[in-house]
């Protein structure tokens, strides 16, 4: 998982328009000069940015010096660089609708607690969001994981509850790996429901790796709102 601090986000981001700008490789001490820093705090920061993966450097002769020694190291961003900076951009913009798209998903589970257990499941795997929008398709993924996970033979899910109510990717990837098991030891007699299951969640474990810090967190607050909103619906079916 691609994981960058804001300092190291900033420097990726000058790079990149340096680079764009030049439409070629950039010596570090241009990325200093515009980002107000010293040149050797701007030449350690590209080589952690190239240890990442998101930078490349090169040696290309300075045509402004004679004699030997006359090569300069350069920089430019590389292909996941382009991939990083791109899913982020599609990040912010479907942020603004986050708090739109996790209202109706809470009140989708709300409705499909009336339903049969298999109704549920088909319900919920049928209003999943485009997977373009990788965040929305998480969250909408969820419910799917904890309607299967309640559906476990012991059909007790509070101790399931306690293990995936944990902060950021430990407690995604612990939902995940719970409704893998509940695919694997589940009794209902729909192979294709089952399969669409397991292949939405392996896709769920796949898509939490790439989500930025700020995507993991949203996802794991909504994580618990839908917790909640379960253990709700099941004390007021108790009463």
Not at 70 to 88: D, E, G, H, I, M
Not at 99 to 123: G, Y
Not at 191 to 211: P, R
Request: with cysteine.
């Amino acid at each position: 998982m691609l994981k960058l601090t804001p300092r190291q986000q900033t420097f990726l981001d000058k790079l990149f328009d340096l680079y764009r700008e030049r439409k070629g490789p950039v010596h570090y001490s241009m990325v200093a000069e515009n980002l107000g820093v010293n040149k050797f705090s701007a030449y350690d920061m590209l080589k952690v940015l190239e240890e990442k993966g998101v930078a490349a450097s090169d040696y290309v002769l300075n045509n402004e010096q004679a004699g030997p020694g006359r090569s300069q190291v350069v920089f430019y961003p590389t292909n996941k660089a382009a991939q990083f900076l791109t899913q982020l951009k599609e990040e912010m913009r479907y942020s603004g609708d986050w708090q739109r798209v996790k209202e109706r998903i809470l009140k989708r589970l709300v409705t499909t607690r009336e339903m049969s257990p298999v109704e549920a499941l088909r319900e919920s795997l049928t209003n999943l969001p485009d997977s373009k929008t990788p965040l929305n398709y998480c969250a909408g993924l969820i419910p799917v994981m904890l309607l299967n996970i309640e559906h476990m033979p012991d059909q007790n899910l509070s101790p399931a509850l306690q293990t995936i109510n944990t902060n950021g990717p430990v407690g995604l990837g612990a939902l995940a790996g719970l409704s893998l098991a509940s695919v694997l030891s589940s009794d209902v007699n729909d192979a294709k429901l089952t399969d669409k299951i397991m292949a939405h969640t392996q896709d769920f474990q796949k898509q939490i790796t790439e989500l930025s810090d700020e995507s993991i967190n949203k996802l794991s607050s909504f994580l618990k709102d839908a917790i909640n909103t379960l253990q709700l619906q099941q004390e007021i079916a108790a009463v």
